[in-house]
C-alpha cells in the first residue's frame, strides 16, 4: 500500500458516506471548502483526508461535528459535473486520526496520525474467526439480491484479517453509526469480531424482512385471484341477465340513507360505509359486519319525533285515572308541558323518582308518557356491571352492539320519549368498567346532545329524551350521577289511600285478569282496610295487589262450579281466604311498660316501628347490645348511657348504679341489621324508664339523635317514620325541634289525628314519654 509522506493533508469532511481502506467509491463535492480541499491535495501527491460528519445537516462544520478517526485516501479521477458539484473516484488506503484542525480557512487541512495494518500471527482462532465471517458475509449475500455471487469469489482469496474486514464492510448495507464504529476498530480480530455480530445481526433482520414479503405477496396474490374470480363473477351474472348483483342493495341502502334524514356526520359515515361494502364486494366476511353498522345506522330516529300533548287539563285528567295521589310528580309533569309549551327548545328534564317498593315509580312513569303521547322504553339496571351495557361494544370486537341507551331508542322509534332506567341505586361495577361513569353523559342536560356510543361512533342528541330513573333509595347513587338527576320522593301511602287505590285499580284489574266478572264478589272498603291492617304492612300497594288476586283465584272455584254465584267478603270470613291473619295489634301497644320505648325507623322499604328492650341486672356497669345493631346506632346507645350517668340524680337514678347494675339492651328481630343514629333517644328512654322503674307510655312513638350533653338532633325519614307510628295505631310522636317543617309532608288528614311533639333536649322527651305511676 502506497506510503504517505506528509501527516499534514488536506480535509474533506463527508455527508452520509464513510470510506475504508481497500475501498474505491466515487462521491460528490459540492461546498466551496471541500473543492479548494480537492485542488490542494491534486497539486501536490493526490492524498487526501476523508471523515465523517457526525450531523449530515450541518453545512459548516467543525472540528466537534466531525469524527476523529477517518481514511487517508488517494484519488483516481476527478469529473465536472453541471451546476459547480464535482464527482470524485477514490481509494481508501489507511485509517488515521484527527490530532488537531491546523486550518479552518478557506479549506480545511489536519494533523493525522495514520494507523498502519500489522501482520498479525494466522493463528488457528485467527483462521477460524475469518471462516465464521466469510461463511456469514455468504449468508448474508444469499438473502441479500442486491450483491452479486462473484463478490464472494473475490472475498475468499483475501488471507489478511483486517483487508478481510474493511472489504466485506464496503459491501454491507448498514446504518452509519454501524459503519464508524467498525472503522474506529483500529485492532484487526477486534475489527472481525464486531463484522461478525453485525452480519449475524444483519442476517436475521434480512430472514424477517423475506418472511413478511412472502406473506404480503401471498396475501397479495390472494387478493388479485379474489378480484379475478369477482370480474368474472360479475360477466356471468350480466350474462345471465342479473346484471345489478350487488347493486340493488346498494341502492336498497343509499335510499334508506336519504329516507332517514340523517345529520351531517351520520350521513358522510353511512356514505363511507357503503362505499366500503360496495368496493369490498358481497363475499368479504367483512360485508356482513358493514351490513349490520348500517342497518343500525338507517334504523335510528335521528330525526323522528312525536308531537306533545300541549292540553294541559287532558294531561291531569290522564295521570289522575291511572294514578291516585303522587300530586309532586304530576304537579312537575305538568310544570314541564307548561314550559315546552312556551320553549319549544327546552331540554328534556332528568327524574329520579326515590321511594319503597311498591308505590308505583314504574308505573307512573308509564303513565306519564300515555299523558304527554310520547313512546315509553324501559330498561333495568339492577345488577349492570360493565360500561360496554351503556355505551356499547367497539366495533373491532366480534359481535359488537350498540349499548342499551342506542338501542331503547331504536326501539322507541322516535327521538323524544319517555325513557326509564330502573333500579339505578341497583347499579354495580368490576373490572370492565363502572357503569355509572358512562351514564353521568346521558344524564346530563348539558352533555347529552351529543351522546357517542362505542359502536356507532357518532354523536346522537338525547336531549329531548325525558328520562326518568327510580331508586329505593339514594344512598347507593354515586353522588355525581345523583347531582344531575331531580329527586322526587315518593313516600308510603297512608291506609286512606290505599283503600281508594285498591277500589279504583287492583280490584277492577284482579277481578278481569282472574276472568271475574263484577257481580261475583263484592269487597267492601271496610274489608278493603282489614286486609291492609292484619295481612299487608307495607308502604306500598304490591303485596295487598297479592292478596286480592289470591281472594279472586279462589272465588274463581266457586264460579267455576256455580257460574251465578256472588261472594261477599266480609270481615269474618277473610280468615277463609286468607288463612290466618300476618300481623295483629300488639299487645303491649296498649300498656304502659317499664324498660321498653318505641322507637321509628326509615327502611328502603318506607317506615317502621322499632321497639327498645331494656333490662337492668346485677353486675358492674357494663352495657350488654344485641339485636344486630350497626356501629352508629351503637356509639347512640353508648353516648345516652354516658349522659344518664352523669345526670341520674336528676331523672330519680341512684348515681352509684353502674357499681351495681349491667344493662342490656335488646332491639327486637334480631336477624334484621339495623343501624343509624335516630334511635338514640328512643333507647335512652328505655334506659331511664329501666333504672327509674317508671313506665313508658305505649301511646307514644319517639325518633331522634342524641348527644352526649342531651340535645336532640335532626334526622331524616319523617313522613315515613309517622306514617309507621299511624299504621301501628300510636298517635303521638316525638321528633327532634328542628324537623317541625318536615311534617308539612304527612297528609293533612293524617296530621289532624296525630299529636307532633317537637323537643330540643332529652330532658322534654322524658318528660313527654315517661309515665306516672307503675307499670300495668
Known sequence: MEEIKDNILPLIALRGVTIFPHMVLHFDVGRQKSILALEEAMVKDQIIFLVTQKDPKVEDP???????????????????????????????????????????EPLFKAKINIFKEEVIEKTVEVEALMRQVIKNFEEYVEQNNAIPDEILSSVEDIDEPGKLADIITSYLAIKQDKRQELLEAVDQIERLKKLL?????????????????????????????????????????????????????????????????????????????????????????????IRTYLDWIVDLPWSKETEDTEDLDKVREVLESEHYGLEEVKERILEFLAVRKLNKSM????????????????????????????????????????????????RTYIGAIPGRIIYGMKQAG?????????????????????????????LDAEQNHSFRDHYLELPFDLSKVLFITTANTIDTIPRPLLD????????????????????????????KENGLKEENILISESVIKDIIN??????????????????????????????????????????KYLGIPKFKQDERI??????????????????????????????????????QLGDVMKESARAGFSFIRGNAEKFGIDPKFY???????????????????????????????ALSKRPVRSDVAMTGEITLTGRVLAIGGVKEKCLAAYRAGIKNVILPMENKSDVEKVPENIRKKMKFIFVERIEEVLENALAEGDAV
Open 62 to 104: 467543525d472540528i466537534d461535528d466531525m469524527y476523529k478517526i477517518g481514511t487517508v485516501s488517494k484519488i483516481k479521477q476527478i469529473l465536472k459535473l453541471p451546476g459547480d458539484n464535482i464527482r470524485v473516484l477514490v481509494e481508501g488506503l489507511h485509517r488515521a486520526e484527527i490530532e488537531e484542525l491546523v486550518q479552518k
Open 197 to 289: 455480530e453485525i452480519l449475524a445481526r444483519e442476517i436475521d433482520i434480512l430472514k424477517i424482512e423475506k418472511r413478511i414479503g412472502m406473506k404480503v405477496k401471498r396475501k397479495i396474490d390472494k387478493m388479485q385471484k379474489e378480484y379475478y374470480l369477482r370480474e368474472q363473477l360479475k360477466v356471468i351474472q350480466e350474462e345471465l341477465g342479473d346484471k345489478d348483483g350487488i347493486q340493488e342493495e346498494i341502492e336498497e341502502y343509499r335510499k334508506k340513507i336519504e329516507k332517514a334524514k340523517l345529520p351531517k356526520e351520520a350521513k358522510e359515515k353511512a356514505n363511507y360505509e357503503l362505499k366500503r361494502l360496495e368496493r369490498i364486494g358481497p363475499h368479504s366476511p367483512e360485508s356482513g359486519v
Open 347 to 394: 331540554k328534556g328534564p332528568i327524574l329520579c323518582l326515590v321511594g319503597p317498593p311498591g308505590v308505583g315509580k314504574t308505573s307512573i312513569a308509564r303513565s306519564i308518557a300515555n299523558a304527554l303521547n310520547r313512546k315509553f322504553v324501559r330498561i333495568s339496571l339492577g345488577g349492570v356491571r360493565d360500561e360496554a351495557e351503556i355505551r356499547g361494544h367497539r
Open 414 to 442: 322516535s327521538k323524544n320519549p319517555v325513557f326509564l332506567l330502573d333500579e339505578i341505586d341497583k347499579l354495580s361495577s368490576d373490572f370492565r368498567g363502572d357503569p355509572a361513569d358512562a351514564l353521568l353523559e346521558v
Open 484 to 511: 344531575r338527576m331531580e329527586v322526587i320522593e315518593i313516600s308510603g301511602y297512608t291506609d286512606e289511600e290505599k283503600v281508594k287505590i285498591c277500589s279504583r285499580y287492583l280490584l277492577p284489574r284482579q277481578i
Open 534 to 575: 292484619l295481612y299487608t304492612r307495607e308502604s306500598g300497594v304490591r303485596n295487598l295487589e297479592r292478596k286480592i288476586a289470591s281472594i279472586c283465584r279462589k272465588v274463581a272455584i266457586e264460579v267455576v262450579k256455580n257460574p251465578d254465584k256472588k261472594v261477599k267478603i266480609t270481615s269474618q270470613n277473610l280468615k
Open 590 to 627: 296498649n300498656k304502659n311498660q317499664v324498660g321498653v320505648a318505641m322507637g321509628l325507623a326509615w327502611t328502603a322499604y318506607g317506615g317502621d316501628t322499632l321497639p327498645v328492650e331494656v333490662m337492668p341486672m346485677p353486675g358492674k356497669g357494663n352495657l350488654e347490645l344485641t339485636g
Open 659 to 689: 357499681e351495681n347494675t349491667d344493662l342490656h339492651i335488646h332491639v327486637p328481630e334480631g336477624a334484621v341489621p339495623k343501624d343509624g343514629p335516630s334511635a338514640g333517644i328512643t333507647m335512652v328512654t328505655a334506659m331511664v324508664s
